[in-house]
Nanobody, 115 residues
Framework: QVQLVESGGGSVQPGGSLRLSCAASGSIFSIYSMGWYRQAPGKRRELVTSITKSGSRNYAGSVKGRFTISVENTWSTVYLQMNSLRPEDTAVYYC?????????WGQGTQVTVSL
């Protein structure tokens, strides 16, 4: 009973920045944690970063120091600030929410990093 819609994807040059947004609606008060996953062509979906209601944040080693996850106080929107982008960051990025041990996913937004 949670709907997630990503936005903010696009094409950027290496070293550039991009900010993704995920708008959550429905029973957002019951969200335990939210995060971002990505899937590149020919690869498995991987966890990029997550944040819990308790304030814990986790980052994949490949993005630590470059990406930052943040969330509105109401948890109505979660953001992914991506800096120093690299071609290997190219992927479809998915917003995820953990609600009472149930998983909810957004439709995904394409991020392409190239010259």
């Amino acid at each position: 009973q949670v709907q997630l819609v990503e936005s903010g994807g696009g094409s950027v040059q290496p070293g550039g920045s991009l900010r993704l947004s995920c708008a959550a609606s429905g029973s957002i008060f019951s969200i335990y944690s939210m995060g971002w996953y990505r899937q590149a062509p020919g690869k498995r979906r991987e966890l990029v970063t997550s944040i819990t209601k308790s304030g814990s944040r986790n980052y994949a080693g490949s993005v630590k120091g470059r990406f930052t996850i943040s969330v509105e106080n109401t948890w109505s929107t979660v953001y992914l600030q991506m800096n120093s982008l690299r071609p290997e960051d190219t992927a479809v990025y998915y917003c995820h929410a953990d609600v009472r041990n149930s998983d909810y996913w957004g439709q995904g937004t394409q991020v392409t990093v190239s010259l």
